[in-house]
Nanobody, 125 residues
Framework: QVQLVESGGGSVQAGGSLRLSCAVS????????MGWFRQAPGKEREGVAA???????RYADSVKGRFTISKDNDNNTLYLQMNTLKPEDTAMYYC???????????????????WGQGTQVTVSS
């Protein structure tokens, strides 16, 4: 089983930036499709951004132009650069991994098999 450990969350004011990291162990990140998901209190978990094995990326409409997903295969780490943060971005953020290489359903959480414990992001107005 792949182990994923998120870090980089915190509290920022609206308009600020954060960079989330997800360190992956056990298997090379280059062999997994990776995603970032978030869940706010009282809401369902939603897909934020994903990157396929080949580097294809997909973003939720709500974060397009503000968030950037990337991965460092050498360091086996996934990143999420979050700029121009808004209060509605407040949530627990999770990274996830799946072995499927398809570009379909990249932001669908039940297609991912391995999950981290999450890191909290709080954006104040």
């Amino acid at each position: 089983q792949v182990q994923l450990v998120e870090s980089g969350g915190g509290s920022v004011q609206a308009g600020g930036s954060l960079r989330l990291s997800c360190a992956v162990s056990t298997y090379p990140i280059s062999t997994y499709t990776m995603g970032w998901f978030r869940q706010a209190p009282g809401k369902e978990r939603e897909g934020v951004a994903a990157i396929s094995i080949g580097g294809f990326t997909r973003y939720a409409d709500s974060v397009k132009g503000r968030f950037t997903i990337s991965k460092d295969n050498d360091n086996n780490t996934l990143y999420l650069q979050m700029n121009t943060l808004k209060p509605e971005d407040t949530a627990m953020y999770y990274c996830a991994a799946r072995t499927s290489s398809t570009r379909l359903n990249l932001l669908v959480d039940n297609t991912y098999s391995d999950w981290g414990q999450g890191t909290q992001v709080t954006v104040s107005s």
